[in-house]
């Protein structure tokens, strides 16, 4: 790629975003882009050899923010203090989520047919296999309380999915960062903090046990048996 002025970066980077965001990836073209920015559609070839190097260099930044993170540890006492009073964790927000909201938008929501289509998927499997170490990091030794896989798949996903409609439906980066506060605050650590509480018994909520889900998933197969039975 030539290096580029900063007022063709800007043109341009602002026509894709445009066009990826109104079209998503597969129905984009380089011709609607490049009339956008104001240019014909060989100049922007300089710049860039075809759509996909244009779409993955406008969310590199987003996946080396989501490659770090992957390499970092979770911190546990995360979960004991209000998010604004870890400058660390509002900085990553901050500058991986408001300044990049646009090219969060596409790469989540409009990616579709580009090498990263799968990066939310990526992202699921990523807090599925954190939340389940952290339990154990946090209890190590204690038994499982979750002996379902699918607990944790179906948690990454509410996460996940959550963050995406907050993604689309905010209109301006104050909402999406009050919504996305808000998910982090009220959703994703209770739900973590509850976990540890009932694994460590210091909480007056009694956790069913393998015998009563033993005994009601036989109460049900009868039950559905017999109501099949009686409408044949």
Excluded: W
């Excluded at 979960?79 to 927000?93: P, Q």
């Excluded at 301006?172 to 982090?184: C, R, V």
């Amino acid at each position: 790629m030539q290096i580029l002025k900063d007022d063709q970066r800007t043109k341009i980077h602002q026509a894709a975003i445009d066009a990826f965001i109104k079209d998503g990836y597969q129905k984009a073209s380089m011709r609607g882009i490049a009339e956008s920015a104001g240019m014909s559609v060989g100049n922007l070839y300089r710049y860039f050899k075809n759509k996909e190097d244009l779409f993955s260099h406008l969310v590199k930044p987003l996946i080396d923010a989501f490659q770090a993170c992957e390499q970092r540890p979770f911190k546990p006492q995360l979960l004991e203090v209000n998010i604004l009073e870890n400058s660390e964790l509002v900085d990553v927000i901050m500058n991986a989520r408001v300044e990049y909201r646009q090219e969060l938008f596409i790469l989540f929501l409009r990616a579709e047919g580009s090498p990263y289509e799968g990066t939310k998927d990526q992202l699921k499997s990523h807090i599925e296999v954190q939340s389940r170490a952290l339990l154990d990091e946090l209890s190590p030794g204690e038994p499982e309380i979750i002996k379902s896989h699918l607990f944790y798949k179906a948690i990454s996903t509410a996460i996940v999915e959550s963050f995406c409609v907050i993604l689309e439906e905010a209109k301006d980066d104050k909402t999406f960062m009050y919504n996305l506060l808000e998910l982090t605050e009220f959703g994703l650590k209770p739900a973590l903090r509850n976990l540890i509480a009932i694994k460590n018994n210091e909480t007056n909520f009694r956790r069913i046990n393998d015998e009563e889900v033993h005994e009601f998933c036989n109460h049900f197969n009868h039950h559905n048996s017999n109501h099949s039975t009686k409408g044949a």
